[in-house]
Structure formats: C-alpha cells, structure tokens
C-alpha cells in the first residue's frame, strides 16, 4: 500500500475511534448501509444488460453491443436517458400521489435489505424478528402499484393496478405459508440462524425436505414481482402498459428500478431460506478442509458471500429464462393457481411436516426443537 494511503487509513482508524461510542456505532451502520445500496443498484443496473443478454442468446439476436465494451456501458445510458426525459403528470391526475406511489414502490424493495445477512458477519440489523419485518415490507410494495393506478385517473392504469393487488394478495399468502415451513425447520424468525441452521453441507439445506414449498415459494415469488408469466399488471398487449402507463422519465424508472430490486430481493431470500445463504454446499467434507484455510479460495469450502452471490444469480437467470420461455398466463389462471393449488399445498405440507417433526421421522427428526 503506498505510503499516503497508508497514513490516510492510520487517520481514519484513529477519528473513527476518538469519536463517542453511539457516533462509532452510527458511522458503521452508515456506511453499511451504503454499501448494501451502491452494491443494490449496480445489481440492479446490470440485471438490465444481462437480461437482454440472456434472453437476445435464446432468440438468436446479439442482445446490447454498441456502449462500451461488450455493450457494458448499457445500463448507463439507459439511466441517462431516463433522467433527461421530461416527467408529465396528467392534469385530471392526483397530484400527490401520483409523484410518491414510486417511492412507495421502491422503498420497501431497498428497507428489506436490512435484515439479510451477506455472510456471517455482515448484517445491518440483526433482529430476532428478521422473518417478521421481510413479510411486513414485501406486503407495502403493492400499495405503490394500487396508489399509482388509482392516482393516474386512467382506466388502463387503474385496471393494471387492480389485477396487481388481486394478484399480489392471492401469492402473499401462499409464501407466508411457505415461510412458515421455513419456520418450523430452522426454530427461529431470524434470517442468519436461520442459515445457520442449514450449515453442515448440501444434505443440511431444507431444499429437499421443503421441496413443494421451495417450488411455491419461488413460483410466487416470481408473480409477487409481476415478472412473464404473471404480468398482467402490465399487460401490454391488453392494457397498453398497466399502471404506469402514464408515467415518464425519473418517475417510471423508479419503478423500473423497483421492479428489478425486488427480483433480486426474491432471488436473495430464496437463497437464504432454501440454499443455505452463505453456506457453502461442500462444507464437513474432510478431504476438502486444507482448500478452506487457503485464503484466496477457502470460501469454497467455508462459505461465504460469494456463495449467496452466486444461488441469487442463479435465480436472476431464472427469471430471465421465464420470461423468454412462457406465453403470458391468463388472468383466471393465475388467480386458480394461487388460490386453489398453492395455498392448498402448502397447508397439507405444512401439516404433514409438523405431524413428521412431532414424531421425529425421516429428514423432519431433528426439527422439532
């Protein structure tokens, strides 16, 4: 390290820990949470790109090419762009609302952030309740897309916005139900005992004891962020664009940026609650302990941030792959699906996994605290 940066960090070292201990305290979470949100939106931003990528690869198209190298320069135009265009609010338009229904959308899709662990270290807020706060925060994200509708004073944008929370409601309750298995195995509401508890190697994860809930937690998930096939919300060749279809500029891409934040929120969280996190897949294998004390690869073996990185890119790939794959659902059949199949499913097993850890049978024996 050269010299100057060297007495830069010896200065900062010695300010942080001149100051009172409630400013240490403030000052660390600060700059946590900056670092959880710049890391967010640069996701969020290359989600974009990779999506083309992804999707122009499937349809044998080249996909972005001409910013930058690679097309990697992409996102920011598309940011550039959508901030010099001119934001119009409709006349006959509730004004108010109309302008903080983005937020209302975005907010709880950065806030959850909060309580997800990136590794075993690395939490802003370690809350006993961290399971509690993730369904309070995922449920207020629809009051944007309802407040937005509603607001524009259009009937396409109302209609979207009314197939949203119809939609919205019907998959929440289904992955609550699914969390609620996630509950029982793991015996706590807080998300980083709760990858604890998968810790111990691949056969540890709840993957393949709460498979049918995995599936309907992950297919909710996916209709909860209004991602092909579930988005009617924006059903564009049926209601023009949902509703935002009369939003521009900053305030459309806002929830564009929502939209995108929440993917990989669901993404995370299905890691989290299914994958083991953090945890590495190959940890408590003895004949791979000395690769774990090398420093540069050891998160192989150990666990690790890499690893959360990687299962949540897995399922930002599935996203994109859905998308490019599935014909858009009809609005009566997504409403039975999570109706009459997913909620049903996951109330018997739910109650065949607690008849299961009560008796302390197969994969469910050590569940039941």
Same mark, same amino acid.
Do not use: C
């Given at each position: 390290?050269?010299?100057?940066?060297?007495?830069?960090?010896?200065?900062?070292?010695?300010?942080?820990?001149? &100051?009172?201990?409630?400013?240490?305290?403030?000052?660390?979470?600060?700059?946590?949470?900056?670092? @959880?949100?710049?890391?967010?939106? &640069?996701? !969020?931003?290359?989600? +974009?790109?990779?999506?083309?990528? !992804?999707?122009?690869?499937?349809?044998?198209? /080249?996909?972005?090419?001409?910013?930058?190298?690679?097309? &990697?320069?992409?996102?920011?135009?598309?940011?550039?762009?959508?901030?010099? #265009?001119? !934001?119009?609010?409709?006349? #006959?338009?509730?004004?108010?609302?109309? /302008?903080?229904?983005?937020?209302?959308?975005?907010?709880?899709?950065? =806030? +959850?952030? *909060? @309580?997800?662990?990136?590794?075993?270290?690395?939490?802003?807020?370690?809350?006993?309740?961290?399971?509690?706060? /993730?369904?309070?925060?995922?449920?207020?994200? @629809?009051?944007?897309?309802?407040?937005?509708?509603?607001?524009?004073?259009?009937?396409?944008?109302?209609?979207?916005?009314?197939?949203?929370?119809?939609?919205?409601?019907?998959?929440?309750?289904?992955?609550?139900?699914? &969390? !609620?298995?996630?509950?029982?195995?793991?015996?706590?509401?807080?998300?980083?005992?709760?990858?604890? =508890?998968?810790?111990?190697?691949?056969? #540890?994860?709840?993957?393949?004891?709460?498979?049918?809930?995995?599936? @309907?937690?992950?297919?909710?998930?996916?209709?909860?962020?209004?991602?092909?096939?579930?988005?009617?919300?924006?059903?564009?060749?049926?209601?023009?664009?949902?509703?935002?279809?009369?939003?521009?500029?900053?305030?459309?891409?806002?929830?564009?940026?929502?939209?995108?934040?929440?993917?990989?929120?669901?993404?995370?969280?299905? =890691?989290?609650?299914?994958?083991?996190?953090? *945890?590495?897949?190959?940890?408590?294998?003895?004949?791979?302990?000395?690769?774990?004390?090398?420093?540069?690869? $050891?998160?192989?073996?150990?666990? $690790?941030?890499?690893?959360?990185?990687?299962?949540?890119?897995?399922?930002?790939?599935?996203?994109?792959?859905?998308?490019?794959?599935?014909?858009?659902?009809?609005?009566?059949?997504?409403?039975?699906?999570?109706? #009459?199949?997913?909620?049903?499913? +996951?109330?018997?097993?739910?109650?065949?996994?607690?008849?299961?850890?009560?008796?302390?049978? $197969?994969?469910?024996?050590?569940? =039941?605290?």
């Amino acid at each position: 390290m050269p010299e100057f940066l060297a007495n830069l960090w010896s200065w900062s070292l010695d300010a942080f820990h001149s &100051l009172p201990p409630l400013l240490q305290y403030v000052t660390v979470v600060t700059w946590k949470i900056l670092f @959880v949100t710049i890391g967010v939106i &640069l996701v !969020v931003a290359y989600s +974009t790109y990779f999506e083309r990528k !992804v999707i122009g690869s499937m349809q044998a198209r /080249v996909g972005p090419n001409r910013v930058g190298p690679l097309g &990697l320069g992409q996102p920011f135009a598309d940011v550039i762009k959508l901030l010099i #265009k001119e !934001v119009i609010v409709p006349s #006959k338009s509730n004004r108010f609302l109309f /302008v903080i229904a983005p937020l209302l959308t975005l907010t709880p899709a950065l =806030a +959850t952030w *909060a @309580v997800i662990p990136l590794n075993k270290w690395y939490v802003i807020a370690d809350i006993n309740a961290g399971l509690l706060y /993730v369904l309070a925060l995922t449920s207020v994200g @629809v009051y944007g897309v309802i407040l937005a509708g509603w607001a524009t004073n259009s009937k396409y944008a109302f209609l979207g916005a009314m197939r949203s929370a119809a939609q919205i409601v019907a998959y929440e309750i289904a992955m609550g139900f699914a &969390l !609620v298995g996630i509950l029982m195995a793991a015996g706590s509401l807080n998300l980083g005992e709760i990858v604890a =508890a998968q810790s111990g190697g691949i056969h #540890k994860w709840v993957l393949f004891p709460l498979l049918p809930l995995f599936l @309907v937690y992950w297919i909710s998930g996916v209709a909860e962020t209004n991602r092909a096939p579930f988005d009617v919300a924006e059903g564009e060749s049926e209601i023009v664009a949902g509703f935002h279809v009369e939003y521009s500029g900053v305030a459309f891409s806002l929830f564009f940026l929502a939209e995108y934040a929440n993917m990989v929120l669901i993404s995370s969280l299905t =890691a989290i609650f299914f994958l083991g996190g953090w *945890a590495s897949p190959f940890e408590g294998l003895a004949f791979l302990a000395p690769i774990g004390e090398m420093p540069a690869i $050891g998160w192989l073996v150990t666990g $690790g941030f890499p690893w959360l990185f990687i299962k949540m890119a897995f399922f930002m790939y599935t996203f994109f792959w859905l998308r490019a794959t599935f014909p858009r659902y009809r609005y009566d059949q997504i409403m039975r699906l999570g109706w #009459k199949v997913f909620i049903p499913v +996951t109330i018997i097993w739910i109650g065949l996994e607690g008849a299961l850890a009560w008796f302390r049978v $197969g994969p469910w024996a050590g569940m =039941a605290g």
